[in-house]
Every structure is written in C-alpha cells, then in structure tokens.
C-alpha cells in the first residue's frame, strides 16, 4: 500500500477529538478513496492531562504546537485550536513556511490573516484548506472555489450562525421571547456564555468575509461588512412578518453591485416560500445566485464535532490525493481590493415598525417624510391593542400604536433620513425598528 499521509494535529476539543474518531473509523474508506491511509501521528493540545474521549497515549504528544507544525516526521499539519492569534498563527505560518500542508477550522484566523497565509501558502506551493471554517459540515468552501469555477456570482447569502437561527426559530414557533430563547441555547450548549459574537452578527460577518473573497476574489477584509444582530428582534415583528408573508432571519448577504461587493449582516425578512425560510434551528444554509444558473441552496449542519471533522477529513482527503487549489479558488496575486459599497448605497424592500402616537396628523406627518425621500409605500398599517391589522387612521386617544410600513425598492439612505425626520417630529415614540427584506 502507498505511504500514509502523516499528521499532526494540533487542538484535541471538540474538533480535534472527532477528527481522530473519524479518520479511525473512515480509515478503510479512505484508502479506497485516496489510494493511502490517512493517520495521526502527532497531538497537542494545552494540557496533556486532561480526560479525553481517545487513547492519546497512541499518539506522539508535542508539547508546543507551534514545534509540531515544523516536525519533520509529518506531511500534513491540522490547526483545531482556534482564535486569530497565537498558538494558531504562529503554528499554521510554520506548517506554511515549512513546506507543509495546512487543514483549519479556525474562521477567525482567516477573516483577519486569510490574504497573507494565503499568499504564504502559494509562495510554499502547499495546501491551505478551510472547509470546516465556514457552515461546519456544510462542502461551501469546495463548492465555490472548485464546484462552480466556472459561474459569475451575482450574490450568495445565508444562515451562518446556528445559535442565531436556533434563537429566532424558537421564538417563532414557542412565542418565546429572544432573551428566553437565549437561555435556553446556552442551557443546551447551542450559546456561549457570552453570547454577543453570535447574536451581534459578528461571527456571521467573519464567515462571510471568507465566502464573499471565494465567489468574488475580493481579498478578505473582515471589516468591509456592516453588521447588525439579532437582539432587538421581538416577537411583534415575527408575528408581523409571518401575517406579510415573511421569516425574519439573520441573514449574511454579499452582492455584486455598482458601487463595488456589498457586504451585511441583519436580521432579514425572507418570502416564507423560499428555500432559506424553510431552515430551523441550529441547521446553515447558502443560497448562491450565479448568472445564468438557477439559485443553488446548500443545507447542512453548521457545528458540532461530527460535521466539523468530515469537513476537516475531506480536507485531509484531497492533500493525500495531491490536489492542491489555490486557497482562495485563483492566485492570492489576483484578488482584487474591491470598493466596500456603502451601506447607504443599500437598495432594496424595507420593513418599518413605529411606535406611533394615536392623535391626528401623525399618519401625514409620516406618509410626508417618507415621500420627502422619495419612498413608496407597499404598506401601512395600524395595529390596534388586541394586535388586530387595520389601515392607517389619526386617531385620538394619544397613546402609542404600532404601525408597520413595507416600502417597495428604495435606498438605505432614504430610510435613515426620513426615520430622523420622523422622530424629530415626534409623531412617534422610541426607535423605528428597521428590517430588511431580501427577495428569492
Ligand atoms: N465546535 C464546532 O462546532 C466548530 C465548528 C466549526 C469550526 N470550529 C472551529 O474549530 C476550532 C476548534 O474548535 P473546538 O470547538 O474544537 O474548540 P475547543 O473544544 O475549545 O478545543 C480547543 C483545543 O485547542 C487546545 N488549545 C487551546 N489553547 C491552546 C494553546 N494555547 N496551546 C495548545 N493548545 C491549545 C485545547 O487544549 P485542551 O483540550 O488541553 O484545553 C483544545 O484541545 C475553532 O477555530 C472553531 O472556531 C468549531
């Protein structure tokens, strides 16, 4: 039989662990696949003490992962530790430097250093393999760079963040309120303790910095994206989106515009019809528009141990195969510095819930402003107290009702104008709350 590919993998928590459990279990299934077994022979992790789910005693253990990167006895180095800095960084630029191949799992290490390791990656004429980086089990990375090397996107767009979509699917469908739900996937291990990089839409925005680059060639900027989280979601704008039609769901979107690729993460209103509406609970999903090809969905397990490592294994799979793909799908030399369209620059559908006060004037006071910008309405109406929908009157009582506006196309810019007219009129109480509405 041929050489096994050798490797050190460096990270033994929930990754790690499943790696070596599948490439044990998977082991006769690979070689029939790549022509050579495929075989840990070295591990590190921070405490070589601790309890784990596999003998680490069959293994070489390397105290410092960044000396088990340079180690001559391996052909292949597996980065599972996680975060952008070192032990990670340093580790992989020495697998690079080295001559080695690289697998990581490590989205954060790449939205922040992806352009450089890649360029590292090329200049070593080696493998830099991030599957599992973006929607876990979900093959985006390959797709994209190998699968439709041949397609010109015009957008992709997805659900990035399980915890997010577990969050908003609950709440849907229990009437739970977002900090309940929130409680809930952190007492199920769905949510850190400190929840904020998921509901703040910042993990979705690092995923999508690495997406937005493979379909685009943009280098990989994760600042070039606006982001908005989840947790001024509430539960009267899921029963306002479900009554128009919609889900509300935290989407990352990139799409190539005039202005250059536009790059955000929000709370998204989605036709209930489409492909990604129907995605619940901690599952990913990717739609990709490409010119002159139907919308292609992906749907998949975007976390845990199993799916991970099937990610980090097919990785695994094509260096002992010998293929090698530039890390972005072309040349590091060829990525573009492409503009990053304003998020003024927006266009599209919006959602607009007011608290607004029951006395007359208020419906013209609002109906002017937004037509000051230029905006036309789908749309408008006055809930009453029991929640019931009803055109929009002035009415008299003085109290706040909520009024829910859907506009046709218009831009960012205008919405934020007129809702500062708005306020300054002070024809409503507290902050218009603002979803964006993607169409199919
Ligand atoms: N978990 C998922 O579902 C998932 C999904 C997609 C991508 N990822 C990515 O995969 C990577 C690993 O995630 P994980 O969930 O497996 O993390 P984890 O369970 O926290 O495991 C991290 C591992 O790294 C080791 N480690 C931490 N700091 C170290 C240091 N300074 N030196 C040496 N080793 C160190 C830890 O050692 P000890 O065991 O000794 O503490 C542990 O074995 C991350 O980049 C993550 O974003 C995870």
Request: proline share 5%; net charge positive; hydrophobic share 45%.
């Amino acid at each position: 039989m041929a050489e096994p590919l050798k490797v050190g993998l460096a990270g033994l928590g929930t990754v790690g662990a499943s790696v070596v459990e599948l490439l044990e279990r998977g082991r006769e299934q690979l070689v029939a696949r790549c022509g050579r077994p495929i075989e840990v022979v070295a591990i590190s992790a921070r405490s070589r003490g601790k309890k784990r789910d596999f003998d680490t005693r069959k293994f070489r253990w390397a105290v410092d992962p960044f000396e088990l990167a340079q180690d001559p006895d391996i052909d292949a180095f597996v980065e599972v530790i996680g975060g952008a800095g070192d032990p990670a960084k340093s580790a992989v630029e020495a697998a690079l430097a080295s001559g080695k191949p690289v697998v990581t799992a490590n989205k954060a290490l790449l939205a922040h250093h992806g352009q450089k390791l890649a360029a590292l990656a090329e200049k070593h004429a080696v493998a830099l393999n991030f599957e599992a980086s973006v929607a876990g089990g979900i093959p985006i990375v390959k797709t994209l760079r190998e699968g439709l090397s041949g397609a010109s996107f015009a957008r992709l767009y997805g659900i990035l963040n399980g915890t997010c979509n577990y969050i908003l699917s609950r709440m849907e469908q229990d009437r739970l309120a977002f900090d309940d739900c929130l409680r809930e996937a952190q007492r199920l291990g769905y949510a850190e303790a400190d929840p904020t990089f998921d509901v703040e839409g910042h993990d979705t925005a690092q995923k999508l910095s690495l997406l937005a680059s493979l379909a685009f060639g943009a280098k990989v900027d994760p600042n070039a994206t606006y982001v908005e989280g989840i947790s001024s979601i509430t539960l009267a704008d899921l029963d306002a989106a479900e009554e128009l039609g919609y889900r509300v769901k935290l989407l990352g979107v990139a799409v190539r515009t005039e202005a250059g690729i536009e790059q955000r993460v929000h709370p998204t209103m989605v036709p209930k019809d489409s492909a990604i509406a129907q995605v619940m609970g901690v599952t990913n999903a990717i739609t990709l528009d490409a010119t002159g090809l139907a919308p292609i969905t992906l749907v998949g397990p975007g976390a845990g141990g199993a799916a991970t490592a099937s990610a980090v294994v097919a990785d695994l799979a094509d260096i002992a195969r010998g293929i090698r793909t530039p890390p972005f799908g072309r040349p590091s030399a060829q990525m573009t510095s492409t503009r990053k369209a304003p998020m003024q620059h927006h266009e599209g559908g919006y959602y607009i819930r007011l608290l607004a006060r029951d006395r007359p004037g208020t419906a013209a006071a609002i109906a002017r402003r937004l037509a000051q910008q230029k905006i036309s309405m789908e749309s408008i109406v006055q809930r009453h107290a029991k929640g019931s929908p009803s055109a929009l009157r002035s009415g008299s009582s003085g109290e706040s009702v909520p009024v829910i506006i859907i506009t046709y196309a218009t831009s960012e810019d205008a919405v934020r104008k007129a809702l500062a007219a708005v306020r300054r009129d002070r024809v409503v109480s507290g902050k218009p709350q603002v979803i964006r509405i993607e169409k199919n």
